[in-house]
């Protein structure tokens, strides 16, 4: 009978320590990930209940489809959108872009000889179809496979791209999050904020002047599991692949734009509403130039 207890006792302690274990996650292996609530309206974090948590572990294996199709409460657009029109926000605070172009008026060598970093921006609206190839470039899918135009390590993809809007002809003042892979953007914050970033930015004018403003972020859990502390370094690597396309687009387009790293990282982050797992890289404020 002693031996039958101490056996009924050694399960029970180890029943105890394995539901206690499976309980227990460490909040560094945790991920927020970006929600929208019943009205289209964007969370750029949330709580356990609001948002996807997974392991990086987990996320290592998934590709940026099973990203957001598992991980996020995005609701999608009704049947019978379509991308041709100019722009559909279907429901509110989602907007499905113009379909990108894939061919130009100018050569890529052309783009690379006039490529500068403008900094003086004209207060002249920009237009829907202008946001949506300058996304594209930025970080666009080029592929069935979800391949884009900037090269990835691993194609982890550990950027997320919001853009600031000011004046865009058909698009209210706010910030909004890229969904690449619908090419389409979800308002995360309402309001003009772009001199509240400029004043983040050191008082940089060309953010606070530009009519829209790339604010990229990077989630480094996405590399780490594979790459290790070397999947910073990849990432950083990657936001400057993103950015000299966005330069380059923005010549043959007739814009300028300019890479910004020059701020106080933690007011950036407070603007954009980041989550705790997002560090912001880079500002790219574009537009039509003096």
């Known amino acids: 009978m002693k031996t039958k207890g101490l056996i009924i006792g050694f399960c029970t302690c180890m029943l105890f320590l394995f539901i206690t274990a499976c309980n227990s996650v460490e909040p560094e292996d945790e991920i927020y990930v970006a929600v929208t609530d019943e009205n289209g309206v964007g969370q750029a974090a949330g709580n356990r209940e609001d948002a996807g948590v997974f392991s990086a572990t987990e996320q290592a294996d998934l590709s940026q ?4 199709e598992e991980y ?3 609701i999608l657009p ?7 029109l ?6 509110p605070g989602i907007y499905i872009l113009p379909v990108p172009q894939t061919d130009g008026t100018i050569s ?3 783009a690379l000889y006039n490529r500068r970093s403008r900094r003086h921006f004209q207060d002249r609206a920009l ?3 202008q946001v949506s190839q300058i996304l594209w470039a930025a970080y666009g899918i080029t592929s069935d496979r979800g391949f884009r135009t900037a090269p990835s390590a691993g194609a982890l993809y550990p950027l997320e791209i919001y853009i600031v809007i000011g004046t865009v002809e058909g698009l209210a003042p706010g910030v909004y999050l890229y969904i690449a892979e619908e090419h389409k953007i979800i308002r995360v914050i309402y309001g003009d904020i772009r001199e509240e970033l400029a004043q983040a930015a050191l008082g940089q004018r060309s953010v606070s ?3 829209a403003i790339l604010a990229y972020s990077a989630v480094f859990e996405r590399m780490i599991p594979r790459y290790g502390e070397r999947g910073i370094m990849y990432t950083h ?3 400057g692949h993103s950015g000299q396309n966005v330069y380059l687009q923005a010549e043959a387009l007739g814009l300028g734009t300019v890479a910004v790293g020059a701020f106080i990282d933690y007011l950036v982050g407070e603007l954009l509403n980041l989550s705790e797992y997002e560090t912001p890289l880079y500002l790219m404020p574009f537009g039509y130039f003096y």
């Open 65 to 68: 489809d099973d990203y957001y």
């Open 72 to 74: 996020t409460e995005i």
């Open 78 to 84: 009704s049947e019978g959108t379509s991308n041709n």
């Open 86 to 91: 100019s722009l559909t926000e279907t429901p």
């Open 108 to 110: 890529v060598e052309e």
């Open 127 to 129: 237009t829907t179809e």
């Open 209 to 211: 002047d530009a009519p």
């Open 237 to 239: 690597i990657e936001v």
